[in-house]
């Protein structure tokens, strides 16, 4: 019994298929996007549970709207407040607290911790307060 062997070349290359590359397309897409750095605000609402005090509290401002914000005991608006705390600036590790009333709306509070970074602070927090029920305590 003879066996032919034949060394023939294999003319035509083996494609993956196109539903297998969408599949790995998917998983690469999914597994990236899981290591997105999303970026966001250090701020905590009022009646937080969770609030923590911040040691020195060096710069105070005090949000009632865009044209009266409280500052070094002066009444400042959203545009003038930038060149009042520019001065202020030493360093990075400056604190800055912002006070604002509970029903403040979110965009309010963040255009003024807009301006504040744009003076060169890095470190913003907003006062809160606890809730009644733990003050009862």
Do not use: C, W
Not at 34 to 59: H, M, Y
């Amino acid at each position: 019994m003879k066996i032919k062997s034949s060394k023939q070349k294999i003319s035509t290359t083996v494609l993956i298929s196109m539903t297998d590359v969408v599949f790995l397309l998917i998983i690469f897409l999914l597994l990236s996007s899981n290591f997105a750095a999303q970026t966001g605000l250090p701020i905590k609402l009022p009646a937080s549970t969770s609030a923590q005090t911040q040691a020195p509290q060096v710069l105070h401002v005090i949000y009632e709207n865009h044209e009266s914000i409280l500052f070094l005991e002066e009444r400042h608006t959203i545009l003038t407040l930038a060149d009042a705390i520019k001065p202020q600036f030493a360093s990075k590790n400056q604190v800055v607290r912002i006070s604002a009333a509970q029903d403040t709306e979110l965009q309010n509070v963040i255009t003024l911790m807009d301006v504040i970074r744009s003076a060169g602070f890095e470190r913003i927090f907003l006062a809160t307060e606890t809730p009644k029920e733990q003050n009862a305590r």
